[in-house]
């Protein structure tokens, strides 16, 4: 009921529909004045205290307009759905990376359309754009066109605290290419915001995107999933124990990140993307469950590298995000958070269990025709299987040891 303190509809979507309208009212040399956000934001929060800060460059409020022609409750179910559309198209980007068996591309999917991708996109957030563009920059780069995977992280340049440590990651990869078409698009919204407000813009941004960080630790952070923020969360707001600990935490994060990225693996980019969709939350210093929704690129990378339990941690997410609105106050951090690390340190494990660079395997030529009196053939289709064709290999290998049967494997 949007008419009641608390009880709005859309979750953070009146900071959005509110920047939309401030845009129609030709007032955008005033957007990040809080008082004008406040004005734009009082029929919607229907006499709630206080005002949901709009902390994004000009650009985003400019589209928002668009939402900000129809009315409130309106405009809330069309970015529902496109935020929802926009995570299918990021799937059906990633589907063909995805194993042909039906089981695991079931397991993607659902965390996909569940779990925490839905209560971000339900809380009104652009959830659905950081799917879409982390699913995008890691297709891009698999199919080595790295000049266009720079394109989906120019796009999330709206979200800089993510934008730019992947591009970092890609430079680890010894790949250039995405930095730069990521340099050209921060042109791009320079010049955009410098149109619309003129050249002095981004000092104006970074200062509303400190009171925003600041304030949102006090009054959110038991929603965030960051190292830095769930030790400020618990150690107290700057104090020196939680600057500590956070930073630890970063620290030990990005140096795993980047040694995944720099050295080559067998399982191409899965592993090193299904870590660091999660990595560069939790080594953000602003970063929140909503966006907990990176989840679903760290299942897919886990998925096309032949994890074999993704059914029981998709169990343990869904567990967790479903117990989100229940235990985040009493305990001080959303749930979701324990599967931000969870994802992580999933990644990390199997990257080193089974995804490092392997020797070179001998193969022994048994001449033009199958195996003389075997048993049993195994015909393995291969076609830019080297994300999976090692696991695949070593189940089949380990299966024919105690099988008693005399079998070949053509590959």
């Not at 939790?282 to 096309?304: C, N």
């Not at 990644?347 to 660079?357: D, E, F, I, K, Q």
Request: hydrophobic fraction near 50%.
């Amino acid at each position: 009921d949007p008419s009641t303190p608390g009880g709005r509809v859309g979750g953070d979507f009146p900071a959005f529909y509110g920047a939309g309208s401030i845009v129609l009212d030709g007032n955008i040399e005033n957007l990040y004045d809080s008082d004008v956000q406040k004005e734009a934001q009082a029929e919607i929060l229907g006499g709630e205290d206080g005002y949901l800060p709009f902390a994004y460059p000009p650009p985003v409020a400019a589209f928002y307009a668009a939402f900000a022609l129809l009315p409130y409750e309106l405009a809330y179910l069309v970015h529902t759905a496109l935020m929802v559309s926009l995570v299918v198209w990021a799937y059906w980007i990633l589907r063909p990376l995805l194993p042909v068996k039906r089981p695991p591309g079931i397991v993607v999917a659902a965390i996909a359309f569940t779990s925490v991708p839905m209560l971000g996109i339900a809380a009104g957030q652009n959830t659905g754009v950081l799917i879409l563009c982390l699913a995008a920059t890691w297709k891009l780069g698999h199919d080595r066109r790295f000049w266009l995977a720079g394109v989906p992280l120019g796009v999330l340049l709206f979200k800089p605290q993510y934008a730019i440590p992947m591009v970092g990651l890609w430079l680890m990869r010894g790949r250039l290419q995405p930095g730069l078409t990521t340099l050209g698009a921060m042109s791009v919204w320079w010049l955009a915001g410098a149109w619309m407000m003129g050249t002095e813009w981004v000092a104006q941004w970074l200062s509303i995107v400190n009171d925003f960080t600041a304030r949102d630790a006090v009054v959110n952070g038991h929603n965030s999933v960051s190292w830095l923020g769930m030790a400020e969360q618990h150690l107290g707001q700057g104090t020196t124990a939680a600057l500590v600990v956070g930073g630890i935490g970063i620290v030990l994060t990005a140096s795993i990140l980047i040694v995944m990225w720099f050295r080559r693996s067998s399982t191409d980019l899965a592993l090193p993307m299904a870590a660091a969709a999660v990595g560069i939350l939790l080594t953000s210093p602003h970063a929140m469950m909503y966006d907990g929704a990176a989840l679903a690129i760290t299942f897919a990378g886990l998925a096309r590298a032949g994890y074999p339990r993704l059914g029981r941690l998709a169990a343990f997410v869904w567990v967790v995000s479903a117990t989100h609105p229940l235990l985040t106050r009493p305990i001080g951090t959303s749930p979701i958070a324990l599967a931000v690390v969870g994802g992580f340190v999933v990644s990390v494990w199997y990257w080193y269990a089974v995804g490092r660079p392997a020797p070179e395997t001998a193969v022994a030529e048994v001449g033009p025709g199958p195996l003389p009196h075997a048993d049993l053939s195994i015909v393995v289709p291969a076609y830019n299987e080297e994300g999976r064709i090692a696991p695949t290999m070593d189940r089949i290998r380990d299966w024919s040891s105690t099988s008693g049967l005399r079998v070949e494997v053509l590959v």
